[in-house]
């Protein structure tokens, strides 16, 4: 697959600037994701469980709210408080790092190298277990 490019963007939590390069040497899950989208109200909050589940800081999990495809800021909140989203939420300007990554739908999922080289993209028609593979198979090596 091909290197992935850099951004930064604002934590909805903390109000930080996240880079993708503040994860250097470090596999990385990112996931697009909107509110309103059956597929991302069932795999956000499954991305969440694995999430509070893992014992390792070995990967870095991220997710990006497309702005560009959300109805609003409300929804969006609405979505995060319903669900007890704690993942890290990145706000995208628009549709900027989403059409970077070239996605085409959401959910999608990226998953990274420790050199941030892009190994795997999940899109809706994949099932979580798949996304789960992937990572497994990230972390053997």
């Known amino acids: 697959m ?23 040497g470090k596999p990385v899950i990112i996931q697009f994701w909107v509110s309103w989208c059956p597929d991302c109200m069932r795999e956000l909050p499954l991305l969440e469980q694995f999430y509070k589940s893992m014992r390792t800081d070995e990967i870095v999990i991220l997710t990006i ?36 990554f070239d996605c085409h739908s959401v959910p999608t999922t990226i998953l990274l190298d420790a050199d941030h080289q892009m190994k795997a993209r999940y899109t809706d028609k994949d099932k979580f277990q798949d996304i789960l593979y992937g990572v497994s198979r990230l972390l053997a090596g």
């Open 65 to 100: 709210h497309v702005t560009g495809r959300e109805g609003s800021d409300e929804q969006r909140d609405a979505f995060i408080q319903k669900n007890g989203i704690t993942l890290p939420v990145l706000i995208d300007n628009g549709t900027e790092v989403y059409d970077q």
């Open 2 to 24: 091909t290197k992935s490019m850099g951004f930064s963007l604002r934590n909805l939590k903390t109000d930080e600037i996240v880079s993708l390069s503040d994860f250097e």
